[in-house]
């Protein structure tokens, strides 16, 4: 069955960084899109960033642009963000995302906080 398993998160200082990673079984992981999302508190989850199967074709959420990047390792199954600069309003659980023969399918979450 799939599963997605993140790991990284934690608390950290305004303008540090951290970096989160996902790991992938259960389905051919080099065939199909990643994503990363967040959900703050009292927000909606949106979209952070995700990335084709390749790794070729990236897309990132306005508010972390420039900062965030996305990566994917198809031999280990793993897809990461690195987050630098991180800002107060980063804080949120940091969920890994992938559709899978017509079914979505997110890890439980890593939480991020981000404050001084």
């Known amino acids: 069955q799939v599963q997605l398993v993140e790991s990284g998160g934690g608390l950290v200082q305004p303008g540090g960084s951290l970096r989160l990673s996902c790991a992938a079984s259960?389905?051919?992981?080099?065939?199909?899109?990643m994503s990363w999302y967040r959900q703050g508190p009292g927000k909606q989850r949106e979209l952070v960033a995700l990335?084709?199967?390749?790794?070729?074709?990236?897309d990132y959420a306005d508010s972390v642009k420039g900062r965030f990047t996305i990566s994917r390792d198809n031999a280990k199954n793993t897809v990461d963000l690195q987050m630098n600069s991180l800002k107060v309003e980063d804080t949120a659980v940091y969920y890994c995302?992938?559709?899978?023969?017509?079914?979505?399918?997110w890890g439980q979450g890593t939480q991020v906080t981000v404050s001084s």
């Open positions: 990335i084709s199967s390749t790794g070729s074709v990236t």
């Open positions: 259960g389905f051919t992981f080099s065939t199909y899109v």
């Open positions: 995302r992938t559709s899978y023969r017509g079914s979505l399918y």
